[in-house]
C-alpha cells in the first residue's frame, strides 16, 4: 500500500443475477462465511452490448458486504456458482462509516476457514461444470447451491 493511503475497512461489492437465483446465490454467499451481508435490489435493468448486440435484461442486484482480503474468495465462489459464464462482480473499497457495523463484517468473514473447507471439498470433487455461453441469460450447468 502506498504511503499515505487508508486501508480500506470493508468492502462493497456489486452483482447482477437472474431475479430467480438472486437470493439462493446470495445466501449461499453468506453461508459460506465469504461476506458479512447480501443485500438484494430485486428489480434493475442492465442495458449491455453482447456478441455484438445491444441487450436490455431484468435482473436483481446484489449488494456484498465483504473484507479486502476476501474479495478475490468472493469472486471466484461467485464464478463458480453463477448462471453466467461471465458474472459481474466488482468491488469498491470502504474507507470509513460506522465502526461498529464495519468491525460486524470483519468479525463475520470467515476467510481462513472458508478456504480451509473449500479446499477439502475441492479435493473430493469431480472435473468443474462447463461455462454458460453468455454473461446475460445464458444457462449452463453449475453446481447446486
Request: charged fraction near 15%; glycine fraction near 6%; proline fraction near 8%.
Amino acid at each position: 500500500m502506498a504511503a499515505g493511503t487508508v486501508a480500506p475497512a470493508a468492502v462493497v461489492g456489486f452483482c447482477t443475477a437472474p431475479p430467480d437465483e438472486a437470493e439462493k446465490l446470495a445466501t449461499a454467499l453468506v453461508d459460506s462465511k465469504l461476506v458479512a451481508c447480501v443485500n438484494i435490489v430485486p428489480a434493475v435493468r442492465s442495458v449491455y452490448v453482447w456478441d455484438g448486440k445491444t441487450t436490455v435484461d431484468n435482473e436483481a442486484m446484489l449488494i456484498i458486504k465483504s473484507t479486502p482480503d476476501a474479495a478475490a474468495a468472493v469472486t471466484a465462489f461467485i464464478k463458480a456458482h453463477h448462471p453466467y459464464s461471465v458474472p459481474e462482480v466488482i468491488f469498491q473499497p470502504v474507507v470509513g462509516g460506522n465502526e461498529d457495523y464495519l468491525a460486524w463484517v470483519r468479525s463475520s468473514v470467515k476467510l481462513q476457514a472458508t478456504l480451509a473447507a473449500a479446499g477439502a471439498e475441492s479435493a473430493a470433487t469431480a472435473a468443474p461444470a462447463p461455462a454458460a455461453s453468455g454473461v446475460h441469460g445464458a444457462s449452463g450447468e453449475k453446481p447446486e447451491l
